[in-house]
C-alpha cells in the first residue's frame, strides 16, 4: 500500500508506508502546503486508515517542500463563494482533524520541517511528538489577522509549556524556532533540517515496536488525565492493566522478558 509521489491516491497529501510506518506529507508545496478542505478531507480519511490497519503502529506528518504548513490559504478563501455555514463546516473540519490526531489510537509524530503556522501549528500540538528542525518555524499568528485559535490549542498549549508561556505565544503571535520550542516543552527535541525525517523514523520506529494495545490505553489516559479526578483515573488505570493483561501481547512480553529476547507485539 505504498504510494509514491507520482501514484498518490491522494491530491494533497502523499503517504508511503515504512514497514509499520505510515508516513503522511503534505503536498502543496507551491503554497507552502497551505490547507484546503480537500486537505483536511484527505487527511481525515488517510488517518482513518491508520486507525483501521492493524499493521501500522505509528505515523508521521510533514510537509513537502520548505514548510510543514502555514495555516488556511488564504488565496482560496479569499476568492470562495461560502455560505457563513459553510464557513462554520469549513473551522469544524479543521477541529475534526485535530481531535482525530488526540484522539489516534497510535502514535503520531510531526516532524515540523519548516513553517508550521495557525492550523499548521494546530495539526502540530495535537501530535504526540513534535520533531522540529532547528531553522524550522512554529507560530500561532491569529491575533495578527484578527481571529482565534482552533483545533484545542487554547487547552493542549498551556498543557504542554504552561500558561505564562502559552499566552506569550498565543497573544503576541510570534514565531519561534525549533531550538526554542525545544526549550520550552513545545517540541520534544530539535535537529539539523537534514537529520529531522531520519530522527523521526528512528523515534516512529521505536513506537512501532512497543505493545499496541498498552499505547492505544496509555494514550487515552495521558490525554484526558489532566481532567480527570485521580479515583477516576486510578480506576480507568486498573481496567487498562487488566485489558492488557488479557492480550496475547502480554504473554508475549512475559515470555520474551524470561528467554532475555526482544518481544514481537501482534497487537492482539
Not at 128 to 141: H, K, N, R, T, V
Request: proline residues 2%; hydrophobic residues 45%; contains cysteine.
Amino acid at each position: 500500500m505504498s504510494h509514491s509521489a507520482k501514484h498518490s491516491a491522494y491530491e494533497t497529501l502523499i503517504t508511503q508506508r515504512h514497514g509499520q510506518v505510515l508516513e503522511i506529507r503534505f503536498n502543496r508545496p507551491h503554497r507552502l502546503n497551505a490547507v484546503v478542505e480537500a486537505l483536511y478531507t484527505e487527511l481525515l480519511d488517510a488517518l482513518a486508515v491508520a486507525s483501521s490497519d492493524v499493521d501500522i503502529r505509528a505515523v508521521i506528518l510533514t510537509g513537502e517542500g520548505r514548510a510543514f504548513c502555514v495555516g488556511a490559504d488564504m488565496k482560496e478563501h479569499g476568492s470562495a463563494k461560502r455560505s457563513l455555514f459553510q464557513r462554520r463546516q469549513y473551522l469544524q473540519l479543521g477541529n475534526d482533524v485535530c481531535e482525530v490526531i488526540l484522539r489516534l489510537n497510535k502514535p503520531v509524530i510531526a516532524a515540523v520541517n519548516g513553517y508550521a503556522l495557525g492550523a499548521g501549528a494546530e495539526m502540530a500540538v495535537s501530535c504526540d511528538f513534535i520533531l522540529m528542525a532547528e531553522d524550522a518555524q512554529i507560530g500561532f499568528p491569529e491575533t495578527s489577522i484578527g481571529t482565534c485559535v482552533g483545533g484545542g490549542v487554547s487547552k493542549l498549549l498551556p498543557e504542554l509549556v504552561g500558561l505564562a508561556q502559552a499566552r506569550r505565544l498565543l497573544f503576541t503571535g510570534r514565531r519561534i524556532d525549533g531550538e526554542e520550542a525545544a526549550s520550552i516543552g513545545l517540541a520534544t527535541s530539535s535537529w539539523t533540517a537534514d537529520s529531522l525525517l531520519d530522527e523521526a523514523r528512528a523515534l516512529a520506529g521505536q513506537l512501532a515496536k512497543q505493545a499496541p494495545v498498552s499505547i492505544a490505553m496509555l494514550k487515552r489516559l495521558v490525554n484526558q488525565g489532566s481532567d480527570t479526578h485521580l479515583e477516576s483515573q486510578l480506576q480507568q488505570e486498573l481496567d487498562a492493566v487488566f485489558t492488557c493483561s488479557t492480550t496475547e501481547d502480554w504473554q508475549e512480553g512475559v515470555d520474551a522478558f524470561a528467554e532475555k529476547r526482544a518481544p514481537l507485539f501482534k497487537g492482539k
